[in-house]
């Protein structure tokens, strides 16, 4: 019986609008996420509710909800467009021609903060970022950054992603708290 690879060529819409204050960015989409269209729809994917208890958005919202965003100043993109189910199959070339379109996306749309919702984004972007200087072992990743991309201040959050077993629950939710704090709380 032959795999069905029928999501590979499936894109998910970008969820951003003008007068965005936070651009979430992700690595890329998983396989859930391209056969539903909604970002972060892993059925272990803990995004939607952590934006939920961080009091970023004051409802409960699901991944079918991403539409929504927009009303509380948010949007989402990915780094890299194509889905994959695990991020060791990305290319490095993709990372690059990623950053190139988000940057774009982030001159357009002029977020206050853009939020990398993961470490390894963070790291993936970082030597692509004109005048970026890594920051030395053991400076703590998460939280707001001393860059800023076209006026855009760079906040990284932990990996929401259930195969992510980096950080626990209450150390994304102070992570996003946190990103809570520096865009002034809900609209």
């Known amino acids: 019986m032959a795999a069905d690879y029928s999501w590979e060529a499936l894109r998910l819409k970008d969820r951003i609008k003008p007068g965005v204050r936070v651009l979430f960015v992700g690595i890329n989409p998983g396989v859930r996420s391209a056969v539903t269209g909604h970002h972060f729809a892993g059925y272990s994917n803990r995004f939607w509710k952590l934006l ?3 009091q970023l958005v004051p409802e409960p919202i699901t991944f079918e909800d ?3 965003l927009c009303e509380w100043g948010f949007g989402i993109t990915n780094l890299i ?3 994959s189910p695990g991020i060791d199959v990305l290319r490095p070339l ?3 021609e990623g ?3 988000l940057e ?3 001159r357009r749309f002029r977020p206050a ?3 990398l919702v993961g470490v390894t984004v963070y790291r993936a972007i970082l030597p692509l970022i004109d005048g970026a200087v890594k920051p030395a072992p053991g400076t703590p990743v998460l939280g707001p950054q001393p860059l800023t991309v076209h006026g855009a201040r760079l906040f990284v959050l932990p990996n929401p992603s259930g195969r992510n077993a980096n950080f626990s629950h209450a150390e994304m ?3 996003f708290r946190r990103l809570r704090q520096e865009v002034g709380g809900r609209r």
């Open 81 to 83: 467009a194509r889905p």
């Open 52 to 54: 939920y208890e961080s």
């Open 104 to 106: 774009r996306k982030i």
């Open 99 to 101: 950053w190139k379109v």
């Open 94 to 96: 993709e990372y690059t």
């Open 173 to 175: 939710l102070a992570a």
């Open 113 to 115: 903060v853009v939020a």
């Open 66 to 68: 991403d539409g929504r």
